[in-house]
Each structure stands twice: as structure tokens, then as C-alpha cells.
């Protein structure tokens, strides 16, 4: 521990002594100062908040992860090339503990800053604002709707040489014949995350949550869809329990209903019950179309936007410290510029990689190089994923509630077991790229 | 009881495909008595500095055994018992030479207290009390010397490993650390020096062994030897130098 907490000092004092951390906590903040000037939303004073949010913290945290992790990766790199990493590696001290020290102390670095800029975001967009918890609909889960689909395409299968079998059919069976049982799934449970519901004219929908004990402070964020994608007249009511809430909008809008205390609706149920119906009354003239999966949340009031900053912080900082982590290994393995340049290419795939499986589903690749390349971008998202699945600044922006069980599990495996068995990494690849270095 | 002992040690570099590069051990024996001041010297490339990191656990051998006050080299045990100072001081040069001794102090697994005293002893008896909280990297190389040799000793060593420990330093700091040298090994300490200035390994050393190709050509006591270390390193070495003067005449 003695030797951890040396590392520690060390690394603190070069990040300071050189000058990086005053450079990085600068750069951050002048971001922030600057994104007023750089992005005004979509003029309303709620989308101006939302984009100054999104850009000022999502800015301040990609300077911390770039710079931290091209410092982390260097300096390693560095000390082990020019043989001054061997003076520690002589004394009595766990290698573990020299990757591990420096870690927490790029990480402990990088969470200083990001606590600076989250202090100018409070004090700028008010720290009393309050923030609403996002409550998904109680739904089969897509895991258990995919292998009904996959059953379904199953039994499908015979009717590949049944002359009786529409031709549209045939094609589609006789496409995926060949398509390995994986890709299949990965498809079925895409389908269910967008499968959409429809709502003719004067039609009600339900659907089921969670009980809410608190009545009052909850809204329905929903998005509608219609034919063809156009933008068409949105009218309905909602109606929970007894709140109800009235909508007049267009589709492809995000529209927030709050529901407010009326007469007592249909959907209502007694109180001792797990779940609760909302429903919605359609009374526009068109089919309104909605992916309940993914258009559809019930808001419940929570805490305060600085508490929410709170949790939101811990987030980006268990974040930080697994790319701390991360550049390091890499350091405790590769000479500098190998390792800075793998960092970079592994921190922007890591990044992009989930859009692009978002855009590119299996099914359209049918070149084997595309193939090939969606499967690598597959596996760097497996990797990236502690890192990049979780959205504490989008959260912010959409004044949600960064989830207190999210964030213990972020700070628990973001924070300490990664970059633990990350350290364990870098132990073995100090003793093997040592031997290696004549 | 020998503090450092190899038996048969051979060691191949590699490259990143396992492929054999460089030869640099072929089959070392070598054993340093307690107290002794053991000198190993050989020209470069003769495998010096493979058989100090051998010793020091950076590398493992292929063939053969190496042990350290019984140990293997790596254990943390052996470790706790060894002092290292370096060709090059590699300090970090943003540290003073104050937070310099007490980090490595801290690296040994010191108390704070006992860190501090040993820290104020050595800075002393370096004479860098009046510089210790400059930022080591403002530092002449002899200074910087200095204090590397200073941190190799934090941890009151019994083993203590010097690879060319005059290197840089003005003939009076060569002095000084040829004395310092003699007394250390009289308290008790082991000392394994590599050094270039045959003159002062012959000054300081009471056993050595000159290496070439990887292999031992000549060892015993400095005090047995007829004539000067010099005169017996050239003709430990004269085969490779004949080889050397053979080949630019045949070219």
C-alpha cells in the first residue's frame, strides 16, 4: 500500500510540477466559457440550456480523456523505454502497485477537473432545479420477444418449399437460411427494441408501469411516429391513475405532458397493485404510430440538478478512470507513440462503435470485408462498453435522473475493477516487455 | 554464504517472433562472497549489463540458475536487501533530491520517520543538504550522480549493484566515492561494480571477472594479479581486438 501511495504522490507531482493539470483544468474551462458563444440550440431558452449542457460537460470530459489518456500512456511508456521505470521495478514494491498508483492518480487528476467544471455548470444553470426519474414501460423482455420471433422464423422454415408459400416470403426465408443462429438473434432483438405500435383515429392504447406513489410531479415523454415519416397533427389525452394530461403537438416532436390531478380516469387502479396503466386516447385523424420500447417513458419528480450533478460526476469519473486505466496498460506494453496512437484509435472506435452498429444491422452488410468490419466494431463496443454505454451528460441535458444504481455500479466496476485488472495487466506486460526490450 | 551466485546461466535475446537475436550469456558462473567488492568488467557488448539485470530480476535466465542471498532475484525478500545505482541516474527531474530519497524510501517500505532521519543522513554525506529541495532536474550530472547514488542506499542495502559509479564525476567526487566504496564494503556490505576505468576497479575491487562474448575469460583476486588489470583485460580481450584488426584489413 505504501509503494501505491508513493506512485500515487509521484505521478500527482508530474502532472502538476509539468504543468498538466493546470493546462487541462484551463482548457476545460475556457470549453465551457466558450460554448455559450458556439451553440445557441433551437432558440428556446430550455433548448439552449440543453445544448450549452450537452456540449460544455460532453467537451469538458473529452479534453480529460484525450489529454489524460495520451499523458497516461506517454509517460509510462516513456519511463520503462528510457529504463527508469526498472529503479522502481528493483525495489520492494508490487508491480501492480506502480501501474496501479499512477491510475489513481490520472484518474484523481481527471476528476478534479471534472469537478471544477461541474461547479461552474451548477452555479451557471441553477443548482435547485429539479430533475425527474425515467420509468420505463413493464414490457416482455426484447430477450424473450427475439426468441419467440426466432421460434416463429423456425417454424417458417418448411414452408421454404411449399410451392403454396408466397414468393415475398420465400425470398426472405431463402435470404436468411444461411445466417448463423447469433446474427439472427441480434436482428430479432433489434426488431423488438423497434417495434412499433400503431393507434388508429379515436383509438386508446395501453400500457402498463410501475405504481407511483407520488401523484403529482409526473409527466409522459413520448414521441410519435406516422406513415411515411411526415410530420402530422398530434391529439390525445393521457390519462394515470387520476392525473390526466392533454397533447397538441406534430409527430416526430419529443413532447413532455404533465399530468395533473382531474377526474378520475379509466386507467385507474387500486393503489396495492405493482403496476399501473396509462393510456392514451388518440383523438387526431390520423394512425399515430410509436416504438414503446424507445418513445415511450413516464417521468416521476426526484431530486434537485445538483445532486443530479452529483451522480452525474461520480459517472464521468468512474469513466475517466477505466480510460486512465486503459492508456496506461497500454503504456506498460508498447513503446510511446504506439501507445498514444492505439489509445486515440481505441478511445474514437470505442465512441463511434455503437452508432455504427445502430446504422449498420447485420443484414445490409453483405460484402465480407463489411462483415468482418462490423464484427471487429462489435467487439471494440464489447470492450468500450463500461466506458461509452453509460450517458450521465445526456441525462443531465434531459433533466433525468442519473440513476444512484447506475452510478454504484459504474463507480464499482468503472472505477475499481477494471482499472484493477487492468493493473494486474500492466504487471505482466512490464516483466514480458522488458525482457523483450534489448 | 555466497550473496550472489549463478550457475550455468545462459541468456538469448529475441525478437517479437521468439527468433534468437543476440547471444549475450553462454553458460556463466559466478559466485560474490559476503563483503567483497567483486569488479566485473569486460568491453561493451560482452554481456555486463545482462548479467547485472539477471541479478537484479529485470530478466529471467533461458538455462541455468540465479539466486540472491538464496532467493530468486525477483522475490521481494531478495529485493528488500539490494541497492541499485544505474549507468544513467534516470531521476526524475521533477522531483527535488529531497522527494527524490524519500520516494524511493517509500519504494523500500521505510516508516516515515526512519525515511525522513536516513534521507537527512545521506543528502549529508553526499553534500546535497544545501540543494536537497531543488528540482533534481537543474542539476550538474555529477550532482545528479549524487543523489542516484544517495537513493540506492536509502534502504540500507547489503547487496549494493553499481554500474560505472564514477561515471560523470569530477576526479575529487571520484575519489570521494572510491572511499565511500571501501568503507561501505567494510561495514559489512556486498558490492558489484562494472566500470570502464580499469584503474579504479583495481583501486577499489577485491575480486573481479572479465566477461567477453557472453563468457567469463579471466577472474580471480586484483591482490594475485602480476601485473595490472589493464594489461590483464587486453589480453583477456586481444582474440576479439585480433579479429577486429583482421577483418578492416581483409575489408
Redesign the interface.
Given at each position: 500500500m505504501r509503494a501505491f501511495f508513493e506512485i500515487f504522490r509521484l505521478e500527482m507531482r508530474r502532472l502538476w510540477r509539468r504543468r498538466t493539470a493546470q493546462l487541462l483544468a484551463l482548457a476545460a474551462l475556457a470549453w465551457i466559457f466558450c460554448v455559450p458563444w458556439l451553440a445557441n440550440g433551437d432558440g428556446t431558452l430550455d433548448g439552449v440550456r440543453h445544448v450549452q449542457l450537452l456540449l460544455s460537460l460532453g467537451g469538458a470530459f473529452t479534453i480529460c480523456c484525450v489529454s489524460l489518456a495520451a499523458s497516461g500512456a506517454l509517460s509510462f511508456a516513456a519511463e520503462r523505454e528510457e529504463f527508469r521505470l526498472a529503479l522502481a521495478r528493483v525495489r520492494p514494491a508490487p508491480r501492480f502497485a506502480l501501474a496501479a498508483g499512477r491510475m489513481a492518480a490520472l484518474s484523481a487528476a481527471g476528476a478534479g477537473v471534472l469537478a471544477l467544471c461541474a461547479c461552474f455548470v451548477v452555479a451557471k444553470y441553477g443548482a435547485g432545479r429539479p430533475c425527474s426519474r425515467v420509468i420505463d414501460p413493464v414490457m416482455e423482455p426484447v430477450a424473450a420477444e427475439a426468441d419467440r420471433m426466432y421460434a416463429h422464423y423456425l417454424s417458417l422454415l418448411p414452408k421454404l418449399d411449399d410451392p403454396a408459400t408466397p414468393e415475398e416470403l420465400r425470398g426472405v426465408l431463402a435470404s436468411l437460411t444461411n445466417t448463423p443462429k447469433a446474427v439472427l438473434s441480434r436482428m430479432f432483438m433489434q426488431r423488438a427494441r423497434d417495434r412499433f405500435e400503431s393507434i388508429g383515429p379515436g383509438a386508446t392504447a395501453r400500457w402498463t408501469f410501475p405504481a407511483q406513489d407520488a401523484g403529482e410531479g409526473l409527466a409522459v415523454r413520448i414521441r410519435f411516429s406516422s406513415d411515411f415519416n411526415m410530420r402530422d397533427e398530434v391529439r390525445g389525452v393521457f390519462a394515470f391513475g387520476d392525473l390526466s394530461g392533454s397533447v397538441s403537438n406534430i409527430t416526430k416532436s419529443i413532447l413532455k405532458v404533465p399530468l395533473a390531478r382531474g377526474a378520475k380516469a379509466a386507467g385507474a387502479v387500486a393503489p396495492a397493485q405493482a403496476v399501473q396503466t396509462l393510456e392514451f386516447a388518440n383523438s387526431s385523424p390520423n394512425t399515430l404510430m410509436l416504438r414503446p420500447r424507445k418513445d415511450l417513458k413516464l417521468l416521476a419528480a426526484a431530486d434537485s440538478f445538483a445532486w443530479n450533478m452529483v451522480r452525474a460526476w461520480l459517472q464521468l469519473s468512474a469513466m475517466l478512470a477505466t480510460v486512465c486505466a486503459f492508456a496506461v496498460f497500454l503504456g506498460s506494453c508498447l513503446g510511446r507513440t504506439v501507445a498514444v496512437f492505439t489509445c486515440g484509435v481505441m478511445l474514437f472506435t470505442g465512441a463511434a462503435s455503437s452508432d455504427i452498429i445502430e446504422s449498420y444491422p447485420d443484414q445490409l452488410e453483405e460484402n465480407r470485408v463489411d462483415r468482418i468490419s462490423l464484427a471487429v466494431t462489435r467487439a471494440v463496443e464489447f470492450v468500450c462498453r463500461p466506458v461509452f454505454s453509460l450517458h450521465p451528460v445526456a441525462a443531465l441535458a434531459d433533466d433525468e435522473c442519473v440513476a444512484p444504481a447506475e452510478t454504484l455500479q459504474a463507480v464499482a466496476i468503472d472505477a475499481f475493477a477494471i482499472p484493477a485488472l487492468l493493473a494486474l495487466l500492466s504487471a505482466l506486460a512490464m516483466a514480458y516487455a522488458h525482457e523483450s526490450a534489448k | 554464504m555466497a550473496v550472489v551466485e549463478l550457475q550455468g546461466v545462459s541468456k538469448t535475446?529475441?525478437?517479437?517472433w521468439l527468433r534468437p537475436?543476440?547471444k549475450?550469456l553462454d553458460g556463466l558462473d559466478l559466485s560474490i562472497e559476503s563483503g567483497e567488492i567483486f569488479g566485473l568488467l569486460g568491453p561493451n557488448g560482452s554481456g555486463k549489463s545482462?548479467t547485472i539485470?539477471l541479478i537484479?530480476?529485470?530478466?529471467?535466465p533461458d538455462a541455468g540458475k540465479v539466486a540472491l542471498f538464496s532467493r530468486p532475484p525477483g522475490s521481494?525478500?531478495a529485493?528488500?536487501r539490494?541497492g541499485?545505482l544505474?549507468e544513467?541516474s534516470?531521476l526524475?527531474s521533477?522531483?527535488t533530491a529531497r522527494?527524490t530519497l524519500l520516494?524511493?524510501a517509500?519504494?523500500?517500505?521505510l516508516d516515515r520517520a526512519t525515511a525522513r532521519e536516513r534521507t537527512r543522513q545521506l543528502l549529508e554525506m553526499t553534500r546535497l543538504s544545501d540543494v536537497a529541495d531543488r528540482?533534481v532536474g537543474g542539476f550538474s550530472k555529477g550532482m545528479a550522480r549524487r543523489v542516484a547514488l544517495a537513493?540506492s542506499l536509502i534502504?540500507k542495502p547489503e547487496l549494493l549493484v553499481l554500474d560505472e559509479p564514477t561515471s560523470g564525476l569530477d576526479p575529487v567526487s571520484t575519489d570521494e566515492v572510491k572511499t565511500l566504496v571501501k568503507e561501505l564494503a567494510k561495514s559489512g556490505m556486498t558490492i558489484l561494480m562494472t566500470s570502464h576505468l580499469l584503474a579504479d576497479a583495481q583501486d577499489v575491487c577485491t575480486r573481479f571477472m572479465i566477461l567477453n562474448n557472453g563468457r567469463s575469460v579471466a577472474q580471480g583476486a586484483v591482490a594475485d594479479l602480476d601485473g595490472s588489470l589493464q594489461d590483464c583485460f587486453l589480453a583477456a580481450v586481444a582474440e576479439r581486438r585480433a579479429f577486429s584488426v583482421a577483418s578492416f584489413l581483409k575489408a
Open positions: - | 535475446f529475441r525478437d517479437f537475436t543476440v549475450a545482462t539485470k537484479l530480476g529485470l530478466l529471467s521481494a525478500a529485493r528488500k539490494l541499485y544505474p544513467l534516470y526524475h521533477f522531483m522527494e520516494y524511493y517509500g519504494l523500500c517500505g528540482q537513493s534502504g
